[in-house]
């Protein structure tokens, strides 16, 4: 299974649909029986986005959601500074 990413691009209403996303996310977390390693991360993107990544194991477990938010097959966050935990 592999990384994926689900990108919420720089627009007008960004702030607001990152924060339905965030907020479906806790959802998931909590009617889905959240592992350990099923990690997310959040990293910022240079045009003011947001880009959200999944492990492969929280690719698997959150797979319906990744659909629901066109999710995409990535390579893992290629700087680990800016990476931050969800």
């Not at 919420?8 to 924060?19: F, G, N, P, V």
């Not at 907020?23 to 003011?48: N, S």
Request: glycine content about 4%; hydrophobic content about 40%.
């Amino acid at each position: 299974m592999n990384w994926y990413c689900v990108q919420i691009a720089q627009k007008r209403l960004a702030r607001e649909a990152d924060t339905i996303f965030r907020d479906m996310l806790r959802h998931e977390r909590r009617t889905r029986d959240a592992r350990a390693e099923c990690k997310v991360f959040y990293v910022p993107t240079e045009d003011g986005g947001h880009c959200y990544y999944f492990t492969p194991d929280a690719a698997e477990r959150y797979s319906v959601f990744l659909g629901f938010w066109s999710g995409a097959a990535c390579p893992p966050p290629a700087d680990p500074l800016l990476v931050q935990a969800v």
